[in-house]
């Protein structure tokens, strides 16, 4: 399927209280890029959180840095993460952009020192994920970290197989291609698709995360205790860099340098 922005930007504006919601109320797919972005960013970055939602991750940063600019395609979702940022008392530190990863025309080369672009959006590109990776990479200065996440061709082969929905499974495996629960058409990768993508583009790869692994399929309120939920994502947190079970969980984690 070609991508469509307008799509995009409608399903995120029709469902933009839901995932305010959802990115309020922390998952091990959340959490875990969370405690990534706290490893590697640093006092003195000059951040784009590019498809950055309703600006959590954004507020979390901007705390940790000298300033955030935040990118997203939807007007709805844009205007969530302008309240919270005003609740935050932040405005002054994060700047918000409404647009398209794959054409980052707002900003300049190398005007970034640290690039987050997860929870999916390089997925819902499809076929210009390519132009996207390519403009993450481009403003991103010499050295950068950049963090990408992704749709994880295994863990939504796992998923469609768990809910009895055989054909969409080998469909996938074909493909590449599928629907993901939030409703946008998604391209799913494996680990060497976007490994090749990043270093063809200049970078050097430093960790690769599945978020989650093992407790991708946990059934979350029996850990909804709070001691039990904080074992759980210290568990995870040790065991999702392991190479044996990168790909399982619905999503990947690419922790990359400019080179
Ligand atoms: C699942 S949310 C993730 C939000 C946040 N980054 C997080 O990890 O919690 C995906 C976000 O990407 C945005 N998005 C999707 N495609 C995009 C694109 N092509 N360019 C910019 N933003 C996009 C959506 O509007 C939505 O806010």
Known sequence: MKYDPKKVKKRYDKIADEE?????NPTL????????IKKYIRKTDIVLDAGGGTGINAIMMAKQCKHVSLIDIST??????????????????????EGDISNLKQFKDGQFSFV??????????????FKAINELIRVAKKSSILIIG??????????????????ETISIYKNHETYCS???RTHVYDIDEMKQLLEKNGCKILEI???????????????HEPKKWAKL????MQICIKPELLGTGSHLLFIAKKK
């Open 116 to 129: 987050v672009c997860v929870g999916d959006s390089i997925s819902y590109v499809l076929e210009n994920r």
């Open 20 to 24: 305010d919601r959802s990115e309020k």
């Open 182 to 184: 939030m409703g946008p």
């Open 209 to 223: 995360a599945s978020t989650p692994t093992i407790t991708d399929a946990v059934d979350k309120k029996q850990y």
């Open 150 to 167: 992704c749709d994880s061709k295994y863990g939504f082969m796992r998923q469609y197989l768990r809910d009895g929905n055989l054909e």
């Open 29 to 36: 797919r959340t959490e875990i890029p969370r405690e990534f």
């Open 233 to 236: 994502k210290k568990l995870e």
């Open 76 to 97: 709805e979702i844009i205007n969530y993460a302008r309240k919270n940022v005003k609740n935050a008392k932040l405005s002054n530190k994060i700047d918000l952009f």
